[in-house]
């Protein structure tokens, strides 16, 4: 008879949450009952309905902590935005001590499972990307915000490469802005719209930065008084400011194509545009 070989491992590719309570050691030491009572609230009335709303699967729990399981990444990333803005209001009444606010990490990765637990890097680099969100805040991991752009109306901010504690190589990190759950798009207006992208410093010269971004912001706050068109604020178009961005992509990340009639420039500052000329610059149509 054979021995048996090594028993199977089981593997998948999740999209796992992890949270805890900012501050929760405080909370307890100023209050422990009254913190244990409401926390206890928040995940029979409002955590874990959600969380079962969109699928998820509570791994487990650790006092103030929530591991959880999705199979998509869009779900974890609408329940987490419904939980904190569903949380930001039942904090609403009470002072800033006695707040109960969670801090969300999410990253996609493969898993390990056994005896219901999950175990890996992807796990880790969650509860490392929960560990920078700000109380009420979300972090997420590049593969999350990449998987997100387009089928949410999410805003992100790219928090660069960071180095987390026990991970080997950087993670790009992704803040999530408030206000990111599911909600309705509004209506497209009956007119051309139009996005002005961040201009391009092509001088070598960094310190000319701020003047190809004043440029830029000119532009679109001239464009804005026009009644016949429809601009895309600073905020959305910025966000696009050093990558190199498609017009399908920015179309799909209602930025760039608002409407079927939407146009989109990216100006640029040009080599030979010293700090003696600044007038000259040249603007080049994406795609």
């Given at each position: 008879?054979?021995?048996?070989?090594?028993?199977?491992?089981?593997?998948?590719?999740?999209?796992?949450?992890?949270?805890?309570v900012a501050g929760y050691s405080r909370l307890v030491e100023a209050d422990e009952?009254?913190?244990?009572?409401?926390?206890?609230?928040?995940?029979?009335?409002?955590?874990?309905?959600?969380?079962?709303?969109?699928?998820?699967?509570?791994?487990?729990?650790?006092?103030?902590?929530?591991?959880?399981?999705?199979?998509?990444?869009?779900?974890?990333?609408?329940?987490?935005?419904?939980?904190?803005?569903?949380?930001?209001?039942?904090?609403?009444?009470?002072?800033?001590?006695?707040?109960?606010?969670?801090?969300?990490?999410?990253?996609?990765?493969?898993?390990?499972?056994?005896?219901?637990?999950?175990?890996?890097?992807?796990?880790?680099?969650?509860?490392?990307?929960?560990?920078?969100?700000?109380?009420?805040?979300?972090?997420?991991?590049?593969?999350?915000?990449?998987?997100?752009?387009?089928?949410?109306?999410?805003?992100?901010?790219?928090?660069?490469?960071?180095?987390?504690?026990?991970?080997?190589?950087?993670?790009?990190?992704?803040?999530?802005?408030?206000?990111?759950?599911?909600?309705?798009?509004?209506?497209?207006?009956?007119?051309?719209?139009?996005?002005?992208?961040?201009?391009?410093?092509?001088?070598?010269?960094?310190?000319?930065?701020?003047?190809?971004?004043?440029?830029?912001?000119?532009?679109?706050t001239s464009l804005s008084k026009s009644r016949s068109l429809f601009v895309i604020?600073?905020?959305?178009?910025?966000?696009?400011?050093?990558?190199?961005?498609?017009?399908?992509?920015?179309?799909?990340?209602?930025?760039?194509?608002?409407?079927?009639?939407?146009?989109?420039?990216?100006?640029?500052?040009?080599?030979?545009?010293?700090?003696?000329?600044?007038?000259?610059?040249?603007?080049?149509?994406?795609?």
């Amino acid at each position: 008879m054979e021995p048996a070989g090594p028993a199977r491992v089981e593997r998948r590719l999740a999209a796992i949450f992890a949270a805890d309570v900012a501050g929760y050691s405080r909370l307890v030491e100023a209050d422990e009952e009254g913190t244990l009572g409401r926390l206890k609230t928040l995940r029979a009335e409002m955590i874990d309905p959600k969380i079962a709303g969109y699928r998820g699967r509570i791994v487990k729990t650790t006092g103030d902590g929530l591991l959880v399981e999705f199979a998509s990444v869009v779900d974890a990333l609408r329940c987490a935005a419904e939980m904190q803005t569903a949380l930001a209001g039942s904090n609403a009444a009470l002072p800033p001590d006695r707040r109960i606010e969670f801090r969300i990490g999410i990253n996609i990765g493969d898993i390990v499972v056994e005896d219901g637990d999950i175990f890996g890097d992807g796990v880790n680099i969650a509860a490392r990307l929960e560990g920078l969100a700000e109380p009420g805040g979300i972090c997420v991991s590049a593969r999350v915000q990449e998987d997100a752009a387009g089928k949410l109306d999410a805003a992100f901010e790219d928090l660069g490469d960071q180095q987390l504690r026990n991970i080997t190589r950087p993670v790009r990190v992704y803040r999530v802005g408030a206000g990111v759950a599911s909600q309705p798009s509004l209506p497209l207006p009956n007119k051309p719209s139009i996005v002005v992208l961040a201009f391009t410093n092509m001088s070598g010269d960094p310190e000319q930065e701020f003047f190809a971004d004043g440029i830029a912001e000119d532009i679109i706050t001239s464009l804005s008084k026009s009644r016949s068109l429809f601009v895309i604020a600073r905020n959305s178009s910025f966000t696009y400011k050093g990558k190199a961005v498609a017009t399908e992509k920015s179309a799909a990340s209602s930025v760039c194509a608002m409407s079927s009639k939407a146009a989109c420039a990216r100006p640029a500052i040009c080599a030979r545009d010293g700090p003696a000329d600044r007038s000259r610059y040249r603007r080049t149509p994406l795609g």
